[in-house]
């Protein structure tokens, strides 16, 4: 197994160690994600990206383009990932249209979870992915 917190204008390696966790784990053919958020920084200093959801939307696939690349592997190889946010509605509203042109023909598993809350009181999203070489 790989664990990695690729150096990718995301969180500093001090969030990592704060709340235990690895950005990117690698075990066989097998990727996966951890949520992904649309925050930055460290610690001390963490920042939201985005005041609206689509805003948010598109940082958070930008990082996780950006960990795909880390791990050496196109948004092709997404098999699943699914979608937590606090307002489904809203969610609904963007999520067709940005994702479709993000992603093209290719079309991974999808579950879309509504939440009552996620880590920062203002943030909307936040996406896990499993990825297959």
Same mark, same amino acid.
């Given at each position: 197994?790989?664990?990695?917190?690729?150096?990718?204008?995301?969180?500093?390696?001090?969030?990592?160690?704060?709340?235990?966790?690895?950005?990117?784990?690698?075990?066989?053919?097998?990727?996966? %994600?951890?949520?992904?958020?649309?925050? &930055?920084?460290?610690? #001390?200093?963490?920042?939201?990206?985005?005041? =609206?959801? /689509? $805003?948010?939307?598109?940082?958070?696939?930008?990082?996780?383009?950006?960990? %795909?690349?880390?791990?050496?592997?196109? &948004?092709?190889?997404? #098999?699943?990932?699914?979608?937590?946010?606090? =307002?489904? /509605? $809203?969610?609904?509203?963007?999520?067709?249209?940005?994702?479709?042109?993000? %992603?093209?023909?290719?079309?991974?598993?999808?579950?879309?979870?509504?939440?009552?809350?996620?880590?920062?009181?203002?943030?909307?999203?936040?996406?896990?992915?499993?990825?297959?070489?």
């Amino acid at each position: 197994m790989r664990l990695s917190n690729p150096d990718i204008d995301y969180f500093k390696q001090d969030v990592f160690d704060a709340f235990a966790f690895s950005q990117v784990a690698q075990i066989g053919n097998l990727t996966f %994600l951890s949520g992904v958020a649309p925050l &930055k920084g460290s610690l #001390a200093d963490l920042q939201l990206v985005g005041s =609206n959801a /689509a $805003e948010q939307l598109q940082f958070v696939l930008d990082t996780i383009e950006k960990c %795909l690349e880390h791990a050496q592997l196109q &948004k092709e190889n997404i #098999a699943a990932w699914t979608f937590y946010t606090t =307002n489904i /509605a $809203e969610f609904s509203e963007i999520a067709s249209p940005v994702l479709s042109a993000w %992603l093209g023909e290719h079309k991974p598993t999808s579950t879309t979870v509504e939440v009552s809350a996620l880590i920062h009181p203002e943030q909307k999203i936040e996406i896990a992915v499993i990825a297959a070489k």
